[in-house]
């Protein structure tokens, strides 16, 4: 998202760097991210009709997390962890 792997992101201690890597123009803000994630990655697998978005008459598989991914730190944000897991409109444990 940010390109950038510092001590913040889950990358190796001997792959961090300040450096932002190129292209810089690819970087990507999180709504473009969640997006890719949902909607889109359901379009691609050819399976929009039943997942990607939280809509009537789909499966209801989502994620809650422990902080607000719109407004949570860009950098390390791969550090936010899932709080709940539902499949199926059920809570998983």
């Known amino acids: 998202?940010?390109?950038l792997r510092t001590d913040k992101t889950r990358v190796h201690e001997y792959n961090?760097?300040?450096?932002?890597?190129?292209?810089?123009?690819?970087?990507?803000g999180i709504?473009?991210?969640?997006?890719?994630?949902?909607?889109?990655?359901?379009?691609?697998?050819g399976i929009e009709e039943k997942k990607g978005s939280i809509t009537?008459?789909?499966d209801a598989d989502f994620l809650i997390f422990d902080n607000d991914l719109l407004t949570s730190e860009q950098e390390g944000f791969s550090q936010n962890k899932p709080k709940e897991v539902y499949f199926a409109g059920k809570k998983v444990n």
């Open 31 to 45: 709504e473009e991210m969640l997006i890719g994630f949902t909607i889109n990655g359901a379009k691609q697998l």
């Open 16 to 28: 961090r760097t300040t450096a932002v890597f190129p292209p810089e123009d690819e970087r990507m």
């Open 56 to 58: 009537v008459g789909k």
């Open 1 to 3: 998202m940010t390109r």
